[in-house]
């Protein structure tokens, strides 16, 4: 841990934990969610630090990236949001590197990224079923029939919150994953150096 530790490593992990959080700003609902689920690239930093700098630093990484971002512009989800995005993209990066630290190479760098993606996709789906839809029922007195309606509107065969998950939050979070793959994998050879320099 002592060698982790490093005034470059500090600076680095802070880096790209604002650039997350600045990321992150720029927000915007895609096709398959309702207009509450955003899509941002406050990721991309995320996992090209993971494979940078390895799983802690994935950590803490995600950690800068929302405490940053709750400075810039204060929660309106009552850090349910919030919550969501630090559970979800926790295990998306933090399982990459994870993957990716065993073997530096272009091949395994795709698996991890696949894994971390489906990792994230199903700590995503379950954080929703459990935690997060339940928390906005309660916390905005929203009837769950309401936020099913939603997503009803956008597939009609949703029929009751499992449905929803499996429909809305499922591919959401694949296309998001999917985008911040292949920008990590566009961009990482290029930007590396600048990470890893002494």
Known sequence: MKEYLTLKNISVVAILGALGAALMLFDFPIFVAPSFYKFDLGDLPCLLGAFALGPVGAFFIQVIKILVKLLLKPTSTAFVGEFAAFICSTAYCVSAANIYQFNK????????????????????????????????????????????????????????????????????????ALIIDVLTFVLYKHISPLLKAK
Not at 122 to 138: E, G, R, T
Not at 152 to 164: C, E, N, R, T, V
């Open 105 to 176: 190479t272009r091949k395994t760098a795709i698996i991890a990224m696949i894994v971390g993606s489906l990792f994230m996709t199903i700590i995503s789906c379950l954080a929703n079923y459990f935690i997060i839809i339940p928390a906005y029922v309660k916390m905005y007195n929203i009837p769950l029939e309401t936020i099913i309606s939603m997503g009803q509107a956008i597939f009609p065969i949703i029929k009751d919150k499992l449905g929803f998950v499996l429909c809305c939050v499922l591919p959401f979070n694949l296309i998001k």
